[in-house]
């Protein structure tokens, strides 16, 4: 009752212009750019053809990775929506659509036991008030009928900023930075908001395997790609999959604009 009396009150508005329909309006869907083959086998990158690797591929010891979405656009508004302005139902809309990416595009699924996600510092869960990737995991978890585990925690706290780091800089950055808190199950789904080099999530990967995991992928919902033409084009697939209303999550929070 409470969650319908605050939809009333804060109506949900378009992830992406903050102006139009939930999750999507209509011009922002057609922007929606869903990752799908033909593609790279192994990390789900777009390409000309089917390949078993690419050179956008992250770092082992990562053994497949897959996206929903291509990170640009409405998509980048949504996912900086979540991050930065707290608006957690987006977790729910594009968690749904990892989930459906998944199961769609990866025949070795049942390797997978558990679903985690990279945690963020202790500064920036405080200063957001929530951790962006563990509510994208517990979404996809409960799509997946997987359980959702805090299998790993990060030692240290990044303050500079991945960004401006090329992909060997931000791989000797986040190497040592994460361990596994509990012994983790043989398969592991790991799960974040965005995938760009793969310097976290590989080092995310690197300590689980130290721990006995044999076999991580990971699932994000977006993947920042550079565009190449005839490869990068809007579709409407996961678009409509968001578009079609789905189970509300959280309470919307307000905040300011993101970042």
Do not use: N, Y
């Not at 998944?102 to 996600?117: G, H, I, K, Q, Y």
């Amino acid at each position: 009752m409470l969650e319908h009396l605050l939809d009333v009150v804060f109506p949900r508005r378009c992830a992406g212009c903050g102006r139009g329909a939930w999750p999507f309006c209509d011009a922002c869907r057609l922007q929606v750019q869903p990752l799908a083959p033909p593609w790279c086998r192994r990390c789900g990158s777009p390409s000309s053809g089917d390949l078993a690797t690419c050179a956008d591929c992250p770092p082992r010891p990562i053994h497949l990775a897959r996206a929903a979405f291509r990170f640009h656009g409405p998509v980048r508004s949504a996912v900086h929506r979540l991050k930065f302005s707290g608006w957690r139902p987006v977790a729910e809309a594009l968690g749904e659509a990892m989930a459906r990416t998944w199961t769609a595009s990866v025949p070795e699924s049942d390797r997978v036991r558990a679903v985690t996600w990279v945690p963020l510092s202790r500064r920036r869960a405080a200063e957001r008030g929530f951790d962006q990737a563990r509510a994208l995991a517990l979404v996809v978890s409960r799509h997946l009928e997987l359980p959702a585990l805090a299998l790993l925690a990060r030692d240290g706290d990044d303050r500079s900023t991945q960004a401006r780091r090329d992909r060997a800089g931000r791989l000797a950055a986040m190497e040592g930075l994460f361990h596994v808190r509990t012994p983790p199950p043989p398969g592991v789904l790991l799960v974040d908001d965005v995938l760009t080099t793969g310097a976290t999530t590989s080092a995310c990967a690197a300590a689980l395997v130290r721990a006995g995991t044999r076999h991580v992928a990971v699932l994000t919902a977006a993947r920042a790609l550079t565009p190449r033409p005839g490869i990068l084009r809007p579709s409407v697939g996961h678009a409509d999959i968001l578009g079609r209303g789905l189970a509300s999550g959280s309470v919307v929070a307000r905040g300011s604009d993101p970042r």
